[in-house]
């Protein structure tokens, strides 16, 4: 077939260097297609941008990203802004250290390693040895780690790479004394845990795909299996399968002493049914525990006989339940920790303690209870952050966290618990003063009375002028919460007189169930009236202007850009849709999209809820209007959020567009929805969206 790309008439222009510089758009084909809901006809004029595998859509990339970079390479400040990102990129970090078989590991990156590197020592403190490098997996980065699992007796390290920033995983088994790789190698896994028992272990999967459908075709019997050391993979048994319902995701894993086995099933994103058997049962059935999907039940780890559970069931923000093996029936159950005011968002057993990780408006918290449930002290931290870690073995009598805000890099604190005191263990020392950076939190009033809280990150003394330059992120879905943290991306345009604002929309998880629910399937709007009134009020309290505002958000977040972007175009200057879910009435017909279903429903659910989702989906909405500067981003490896609903969605607006402003998509090679990008691939991207968002802000460096 012969390609051809051409390009329209409507032209652009910048001034760089003094030059005027005209860009084209690559005009998109438009074909008939039509389909049919309960009566209804819809129109997808490009729905041939679908087809990932065709020359035409390969064309069409091309000639879009050599426009976009055309664009992007003579904005001004475009060098300048690339070495600022690399230095404050460059600085030594490390991850949580954690004990295996009576060792130390942690991950450590130099600086600007593209990925992190897995050290192994014998004490704390002492000599360092690199166990797995995975720079030295590809020349470019794009391979990186995704999972780990220690054999019981600390032999063997097992662990999952992923190719290009897919999902798709692939095992492999390193002699930890060696550092040799063993036979065995598993493809194929995708949405899997990797849990050691006797000599083997086990994981989940899929059949491989057919040719041409790995990066789209729709994940369906999602399998667990065995595999033991030293046999072939392709001999590896099915442990569990639910044939008769393709659409549900299956893993197993066991506790920390092996001796009970959890088998979690879900049909989508949020709520499991949850099962468990003694590990040394052999053939004998998992007992349920619970057997709907509307709630999260996860397992912390036993005590004996004792399984402590972290759900929701019954309790929209959190509750930790206590379970005798020998009598699971629900009304014998023990309520060890009930629901409080904020959201309990993690617990762990560890140091004889039940380590309890609340979410109070959005930041972490952390209390110390016995198993009984009695609480005895709580964690003095930092400030106002965001914690990770408090994992180990039960019996574990230290253990260590992260805490990081957005002006305070991630520090690492190692607890004792028999002190009950936390040291500093690794302090990054990142190019910047934090003395000179202000975090506020604020809250505001949203279209129906809803207080919704926001974080404000800032350089101090920043006056309320109304002509701040304003990065607005949101997210708002699917249960998960926008806690503080800190990136070095955002640091640059704040150190640049920007003002960061980060909303805590309605569909995430900051304040629980009823929080998330409130922001799903009927009530999606609340999302996007969420954000709307977040810029709203930054207007209104004269911190910025809508000629001084842009708005970002990543996947589901691509999403909320892309619709409230449709609804007030007015509103914003710069729109930076990133992986976003863009046509609603198509996302589950690929790869994982059927389990998002539970946050948005479907549009062959029934004909209100395809009115709906008609109703707001970005490629649908799209008007003959002025939008705002956008810069589309996606990655051709990405197998989440297909890069078919960014392209799709793009080539809509390019041909509805009517202001001056462009409309622009860069698409990143060999890279997927974000998970494992190395750090060049990093600072390229940044660099491009800072040169963009600047530039139409007015900002200078």
């Not at 652009?12 to 860009?23: D, G, R």
């Not at 698409?667 to 494992?676: L, M, Q, R, Y």
């Amino acid at each position: 077939m012969r390609i051809t790309i051409l390009t329209a008439m409507a032209s652009l222009t910048i001034l760089s260097c003094n030059q005027q510089v005209q860009i084209n758009y690559p005009e998109s084909r438009k074909e008939t297609v039509t389909d049919e809901y309960f009566g209804h006809k819809v129109e997808d004029p490009y729905r041939w941008l679908e087809d990932d595998n065709s020359e035409e859509t390969g064309a069409w990339v091309n000639a879009q990203n050599d426009v976009t970079f055309a664009y992007l390479n003579q904005l001004p400040g475009r060098d300048s802004i690339k070495n600022r990102l690399t230095a404050l990129m460059d600085y030594p970090r490390i991850g949580n250290p954690f004990k295996k078989a009576g060792k130390y590991f942690y991950y450590k990156n130099d600086g600007l390693q593209n990925q992190s590197v897995l050290y192994m020592t014998e004490s704390l403190g002492g000599e360092e040895r690199v166990l797995l490098d995975p720079n030295m997996l590809s020349e470019d980065g794009t391979v990186a780690l995704s999972g780990t699992e220690f054999s019981t007796d600390g032999k063997n390290l097992v662990y999952s790479i992923s190719r290009s920033g897919s999902d798709w995983n692939e095992i492999y088994v390193m002699d930890i004394e060696t550092g040799e790789l063993l036979q065995d190698v598993i493809k194929w896994v995708k949405f899997s845990g990797i849990s050691w028992y006797n000599d083997g272990f086990f994981y989940s999967g899929y059949a491989q795909p057919a040719s041409g459908s790995e990066l789209s075709g729709s994940n369906e019997n999602h399998l667990v299996k065995y595999h033991k050391l030293g046999t072939p993979s392709e001999n590896d048994p099915v442990i569990y399968s639910e044939p008769e319902f393709p659409k549900r995701l299956i893993n197993l894993g066991t506790t920390d002493d092996k001796q009970f086995m959890f088998l979690s099933r879900s049909e989508g994103s949020n709520g499991n049914a949850l099962s468990f058997k003694r590990a040394d049962a052999g053939s004998a059935p998992f007992i349920p525990l619970i057997e709907t999907f509307e709630s999260n039940f996860e397992p912390i780890g036993n005590v004996g006989d004792d399984l402590f559970i972290l759900t929701n069931y019954k309790a929209p923000k959190y509750r930790l339940i206590k379970i005798n093996a020998a009598t699971p029936a629900e009304e014998n159950w023990t309520e060890i920790i009930p629901e409080k005011e904020f959201v309990l968002n993690s617990a762990s057993l560890i140091g004889g303690k039940i380590v309890l990780n609340y979410l109070k408006n959005a930041y972490s918290s952390i209390e110390v209870y016995n198993y009984d449930g009695g609480q005895e002290y709580t964690v003095e931290l930092p400030g106002i952050g965001t914690v990770g870690g408090f994992s180990g073995n039960k019996d574990d009598m230290e253990t260590f966290y992260s805490f990081a805000s957005y002006n305070t890099p991630g520090e690492v604190y190692r607890f004792d618990f028999n002190t009950r005191q936390s040291e500093l263990y690794y302090r990054p020392e990142v190019k910047f003063n934090p003395e000179d950076f202000q975090v506020d939190q604020v809250w505001y009033t949203s279209k129906d009375g809803t207080k919704v809280p926001m974080f404000l990150f800032y350089k101090k003394g920043m006056a309320k002028t109304g002509n701040n330059p304003t990065l607005l992120y949101g997210y708002g879905g699917f249960n998960i919460s926008q806690t503080p943290g800190f990136s070095v991306q955002r640091l640059f345009f704040v150190e640049n007189g920007g003002i960061l604002a980060v909303a805590n929309l309605r569909g995430g998880g900051e304040f629980g169930e009823e929080w998330h629910k409130s922001g799903t399937k009927m009530q999606k709007q609340n999302v996007f009236d969420d954000f709307i009134a977040a810029a709203e009020y930054l207007i209104d309290e004269k911190y910025t202007s809508s000629q001084k505002l842009a708005i970002q958000g990543g996947s589901n977040g691509g999403l909320l850009v892309g619709a409230v972007a449709n609804q007030r175009p007015d509103l914003f200057k710069v729109a930076l849709p990133a992986v976003g879910v863009m046509d609603m009435l198509r996302f589950h017909k690929f790869t994982i999209g059927w389990a998002w279903t539970g946050d948005y429903g479907s549009s062959e659910d029934d004909e209100e809820m395809f009115w709906y989702l008609l109703g707001y989906s970005p490629y649908h909405n799209i008007r003959e209007v002025e939008y705002p500067a956008t810069l589309v981003t996606t990655a051709d490896h990405d197998d989440r959020v297909v890069p078919a609903h960014s392209f799709k969605y793009i080539a809509r607006l390019q041909e509805k567009q009517q202001g001056k402003l462009p409309v622009l998509i860069r698409i990143e090679t060999n890279a997927g929805h974000g998970a494992g990008k190395p750090t060049a691939k990093i600072i390229d991207e940044q660099t491009d969206i800072w040169a963009f968002t600047m530039y139409h802000l007015g900002m200078k460096l």
